[in-house]
């Protein structure tokens, strides 16, 4: 036999980014031994007809920091082709961790990755396999790894090993940075990817504080870019806020010599168009010989809530008066014509923020009284009964008790917008967020 098997008849897109075509593939003690042609017998041959063949995907936007430590098949990320995973995102990870920080950690993650806190203690127990980063690596290569795995060493983990509590309450002094410093370069040292940080508004720790690495001055984060770089190597991935955006990330990379890769680059950040800007500043970069790269994703960043817990209108001073309260007193604000009033002028179409016109996006998500509503535009089912559709997203809430609940995109749904972004040269896709969200979406 001249292969173990052969893939015959499928296009091949064989990731060097030239033109897709027709062809056969030939494997041979689990290496491609012939592409594009493949004569001669097989122990086995899979006709590929009709369909895509290609080497499996790098996804390198995951946060399996946790998962992985309960299940090495790194689930679902193998069932859409990806074979290698990049973990550590986003500045979030579980190493270093103390004993003692174990549980806000988790608490932490429950919140910004919407992990279950559940999952996460069965999972991982109190008593993790390690406290360092080289440990955690070595725990993970120990338990065996269905795909290839990379990850980041996160910058809330490492600050919140140095500083204690005061890591979500001010600046590291020069000393504590000298200690990240160090634990950064022993993380690379052991196979870390690079170093991860976040500086997003929205990245908020279990008790409201903001997550450790959103506290870190300037001169901290170049020092543990710094820290990694001087191993020789080394990636740094950035969720970005106001601190940390174009004009920081061209410093680093141009003082390092690091490649950046930032999170993310999403149509309507700041309006329709509003990311052509940040293609544009991209490329200026590029052209001036820096390695950043945006991060884009293929799918509309949906909200799926009830109105129990409206976290998507929390911005409005109308609905962060309601946290807190109780099921009974949110239902008699709901109610209010005022409150209704109010709610409908904020979010009225030509409104200038995310949340406007969010009905005519909205479908129900849930509806338990009535099933058949399921997934049907909010604004269909309200044109039907003849009233505005905010009277009936609020008024089936009170009905159902808050079991009634609603999705809509707020951010990457304009599919023109969106073209742009996916075909442009110096983007890449990302964004699957796999190991995070799983209450709310799936976007592997
Ligand atoms: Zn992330």
Wanted: charged share 25%; glycine share 10%.
């Amino acid at each position: 036999m001249d292969y173990d098997l052969k893939i015959v008849g499928g296009t091949i897109v064989d990731g060097s980014g030239g033109e897709a075509y027709r062809g056969d593939v030939g494997v041979q003690d689990g290496k491609v031994v012939a592409l594009g042609k493949a004569d001669g017998d097989a122990v086995r041959t899979i006709d590929a007809g009709g369909l895509v063949v290609s080497p499996g995907f790098v996804d390198i936007h995951t946060h399996y920091d946790a998962q992985v430590m309960w299940d090495n098949m790194l689930s679902i990320s193998p069932w859409h082709g990806v074979t290698t995973a990049v973990m550590g995102n986003c500045g979030f990870g579980v190493a270093p961790m103390r004993p003692a920080d174990r549980q806000g950690i988790m608490r932490t993650l429950e919140k910004v990755e919407g992990m279950s806190y559940e999952a996460l203690e069965a999972g991982l127990g109190l008593d993790w396999p390690f406290e360092s980063y080289p440990d955690y690596l070595g725990a993970i290569k120990k338990g065996g790894m269905a795909i290839n795995l990379a990850s980041f060493i996160g910058h809330t983990p490492v600050r919140l090993y140095v500083m204690g509590d005061d890591a979500m309450e001010r600046e590291a002094t020069a000393d504590e940075i000298d200690q990240m410093a160090a634990i950064v370069r022993a993380g690379m040292e052991a196979g870390a990817l690079g170093f991860s940080t976040s500086m997003a508004a929205t990245h908020n720790a279990f008790d409201g504080r903001p997550v450790p690495s959103r506290l870190a001055g300037f001169a901290e984060t170049d020092a543990l870019i710094g820290a990694m770089a001087s191993t020789g190597r080394g990636i740094m991935q950035c969720t970005i806020g106001k601190k940390l955006f174009h004009d920081e990330l061209s410093d680093l990379a141009q003082r390092h010599g690091v490649p950046v890769t930032w999170t993310a680059l999403l149509s309507g950040m700041t309006g329709p168009g509003s990311h052509q800007r940040h293609l544009v500043k991209t490329a200026e970069q590029r052209a001036a010989g820096l390695d950043i790269v945006p991060q884009v994703a293929c799918r509309p960043i949906n909200f799926d809530f009830d109105f129990g817990e409206p976290f998507p209108f929390e911005l409005f001073p109308i609905f962060k008066e309601l946290m807190g309260l109780d099921t009974n007193a949110k239902k008699g604000a709901y109610a209010d014509p005022e409150f209704r009033q109010n709610f409908k002028a904020l979010t009225a179409p030509d409104q200038k923020n995310l949340l406007a016109n969010w009905t005519g996006r909205a479908v129900i998500s849930t509806l338990p009284s009535y099933p058949s509503q399921d997934e049907r535009p909010l604004t269909d089912v309200a044109r039907e009964r003849g009233v505005d559709a905010t009277d009936l997203a609020l008024d089936l809430s009170i009905e159902s008790d808050f079991a009634a609940r609603f999705r809509f995109p707020f951010i990457n749904y304009d599919q023109d917008e969106v073209r742009e972004l996916l075909t442009d040269e110096n983007t890449v896709v990302a964004l699957s967020d796999d190991g995070a969200h799983a209450s709310q979406l799936c976007d592997a």
